[in-house]
């Protein structure tokens, strides 16, 4: 016999009526003295499966996931030491310089699979996507069309006219942003020119995006990178954060389009990926961390 509501169902013979799933549920979608669903909490559920986890005997399951036999939770030997996890974040460094060497797809699909997955999304939305982009010709494309955009856009603040007709449909903000940026670009748009790829460090990128609409669109996909920062560490790939690049995929359409960024998306991150050049020796210092305590 099985309860069952639009979200989760219920074996009843499985179930002992321990009551754990009640108590762990934040909204308390079980009644707590005999198990029934209370179907005015249903619209409430953002099926986050910590009844399914707190379940001794493994009777419950949300319709929305497929997965037949779950993963048990690891023993705390399997889990890294607090020292061992500090040694993965104090390795992770942005890299700028990769060898010319593609990383397996293998890799990318552990990586997205097995770390990006399980960072969290507002209100469980898990609505994250990734586009992988591995082939020369489109990461070319894309690295041109930045500059292309760039130049564009360093041109027409460079003449009073230009800046007028923005000013004509951009608001006053958004002016002031792009000014401030301005001297960035045109560093960056120096160095393309001796030579250097700066918008995704010759190498191949991963882009981050979800839902225009989502809860918590950025923070998300911020979320999904740096699971995603980390894992790349464990398997002797580098990464680096993209700002740049994000920004383009979002303001210039022509740039999002080579990597089919779907116009209902937002861009909330991009990381390069490869194999670093150089081997590092040292941690640098950083700034003193800044804290309150109340
Ligand atoms: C949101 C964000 C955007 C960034 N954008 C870029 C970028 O466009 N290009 C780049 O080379 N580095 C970029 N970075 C990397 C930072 O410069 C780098 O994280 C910082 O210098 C600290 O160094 P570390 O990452 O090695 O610890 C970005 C970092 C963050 C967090």
Same mark, same amino acid.
């Given at each position: 016999?099985v309860?069952?509501?639009? !979200?989760?169902?219920?074996?009843?013979?499985?179930?002992t009526k321990?009551?754990?799933?009640a108590?762990?549920c934040?909204?308390?979608?079980?009644?707590?003295? %005999?198990l029934s669903?209370?179907?005015?909490m249903e619209e409430?559920?953002?099926?986050?499966?910590k009844?399914?986890a707190?379940?001794?005997? %493994?009777a419950?399951?949300?319709?929305?996931?497929?997965?037949?036999?779950?993963?048990?939770?690891p023993?705390?030997?399997?889990?890294?030491s607090f020292?061992?996890?500090?040694?993965?974040?104090?390795t992770?460094?942005?890299?700028?310089?990769? !060898?010319?060497?593609?990383? @397996?797809?293998?890799?990318?699909?552990k990586?997205?699979?097995? +770390?990006? &997955?399980?960072?969290?999304?507002?209100?469980?939305?898990?609505?994250?996507?990734?586009?992988?982009?591995?082939? $020369?010709?489109?990461?070319?494309?894309?690295?041109?069309?930045?500059?292309h955009q760039v130049? %564009?856009l360093? !041109?027409?603040?460079?003449?009073?006219q230009g800046? $007028?007709?923005?000013e +004509?449909?951009?608001?006053? +903000?958004m002016?002031?942003?792009?000014e401030?940026?301005?001297?960035?670009? &045109?560093?960056n748009? &120096?160095r393309?020119?001796?030579?250097?790829?700066?918008w995704?460090w010759?190498?191949?990128?991963?882009?981050?995006?979800t839902?225009?609409?989502?809860?918590?669109p950025?923070? %998300?996909?911020?979320?999904a990178a740096?699971h995603?920062?980390?894992?790349?560490?464990?398997?002797?790939l580098?990464?680096?954060?993209?700002g740049?690049i994000?920004?383009?995929f979002n303001?210039f359409?022509p740039?999002?389009k080579?990597i089919?960024? @779907?116009?209902?998306?937002i861009?909330?991150y991009t990381?390069?990926?490869?194999y @670093? !050049? +150089?081997r590092y020796?040292?941690?640098p210092?950083r700034?003193?961390? $800044?804290? $309150?305590w109340?």
């Amino acid at each position: 016999m099985v309860l069952e509501n639009s !979200k989760i169902i219920i074996d009843i013979d499985t179930c002992t009526k321990c009551k754990a799933c009640a108590d762990e549920c934040n909204y308390y979608y079980f009644e707590s003295d %005999n198990l029934s669903f209370r179907e005015e909490m249903e619209e409430y559920c953002i099926e986050c499966g910590k009844c399914v986890a707190v379940c001794p005997v %493994n009777a419950i399951r949300l319709k929305s996931h497929k997965d037949k036999t779950l993963r048990g939770i690891p023993s705390k030997n399997d889990l890294p030491s607090f020292d061992s996890l500090v040694n993965l974040f104090i390795t992770r460094r942005s890299r700028r310089q990769f !060898k010319d060497k593609l990383v @397996p797809k293998e890799f990318i699909e552990k990586i997205l699979e097995f +770390a990006a &997955k399980y960072s969290p999304t507002g209100h469980n939305q898990e609505n994250v996507h990734f586009t992988v982009v591995q082939d $020369k010709e489109t990461l070319k494309k894309l690295s041109e069309e930045c500059t292309h955009q760039v130049s %564009n856009l360093v !041109k027409t603040f460079e003449n009073p006219q230009g800046i $007028k007709t923005l000013e +004509a449909s951009f608001p006053p +903000a958004m002016i002031k942003k792009i000014e401030e940026v301005l001297p960035s670009f &045109k560093r960056n748009l &120096k160095r393309i020119k001796s030579g250097m790829e700066v918008w995704r460090w010759n190498t191949e990128i991963i882009v981050i995006h979800t839902p225009k609409d989502a809860l918590t669109p950025i923070e %998300n996909c911020t979320l999904a990178a740096c699971h995603i920062m980390l894992a790349a560490e464990t398997l002797g790939l580098g990464t680096c954060s993209l700002g740049y690049i994000t920004s383009f995929f979002n303001e210039f359409r022509p740039v999002g389009k080579i990597i089919k960024l @779907p116009l209902k998306h937002i861009a909330g991150y991009t990381l390069a990926i490869g194999y @670093p !050049k +150089a081997r590092y020796y040292r941690i640098p210092a950083r700034k003193p961390i $800044k804290v $309150k305590w109340l």
